[in-house]
């Protein structure tokens, strides 16, 4: 599924972000990303939806190698997961139900299929109700429901989220983990970068933490490890 492979990277101001990273993710797993601050953790994920390119080494997703993708080839490695990010990235202009269906018309999915795709989906993270209202009319918890509804509703195989419950109360990021729960018993591999000592601590799953560009743990069920 995800494999990396001695994986480097250095920026141009001569910080290294990723120094030799070996790891193997398998099909349906579900991932926690920690570390302190600096630690290489965003460079890690953003290495997986090709945002950053390694300086060496081999990233393996589904067969395809990023480190020799050319650039023509990034949306269709994007077609195949689903992202999340921490500050929701939705258009303020369009509904619920259009920033959900944007996503479907960018691979151009056939129009009679968006709708109910897009329903059912919005069905999945409680919001089917709200599928007319734009984003400036839901909350945070609300908002970030949508993004995710919007990068699982093309059924990828893998979702990296990257701090998805950073800019919201602890009430509502356990129900975003209730979300991202039920996708992962779906099939989906989930790949979480988080600083939720409470969210990791309680809901267990496999952490691998990340500190000066280099994994130091990796545990099949692992806590947090930090203090916060």
């Known amino acids: 599924m995800i494999e990396m492979q001695d994986v480097h990277k250095k920026y141009p101001n001569g910080v290294s972000a990723a120094n030799g990273i070996d790891i193997v993710i398998e099909q349906g797993e579900f991932v926690y990303v920690v570390g302190p601050s600096g630690a290489g953790k965003s460079t890690f994920i953003k290495m997986m939806y090709r945002e950053e390119t390694p300086t060496k080494g081999n990233i393996l997703i589904n067969g395809m190698n990023l480190a020799m993708l050319k650039s023509k080839k990034v949306p269709l490695l994007r077609r195949s997961m689903g992202v999340v990010f921490q500050d929701f990235k939705l258009l303020p202009t369009l509904t619920v139900f259009e920033n959900v269906a944007f996503a479907l018309e960018v691979i151009e999915e056939q129009p009679k299929n968006i709708k109910k795709k897009v329903m059912d989906t919005l069905d999945l993270v409680g919001l089917k109700h709200k599928a007319r ?8 918890g609300e908002q970030q429901r949508i993004s995710i509804a919007r990068s699982i ?68 069920r692992g806590d947090y490890g930090y203090e916060i």
Do not use: Q
């Open 153 to 220: 509703v093309n059924s990828p195989k893998l979702v990296i989220a990257d701090e998805p419950t950073g800019n919201l109360d602890p009430e509502t990021s356990w129900e975003i983990m209730n979300i991202f729960e039920e996708i992962n018993t779906r099939g989906t591999t989930i790949v979480m970068a988080t600083h939720n000592k409470d969210i990791v601590n309680t809901i267990k799953h496999r952490v691998i933490a990340i500190e000066g560009g280099k994994i130091v743990r990796d545990e099949k």
């Open 133 to 140: 209202m734009l984003p400036t009319e839901l909350s945070g």
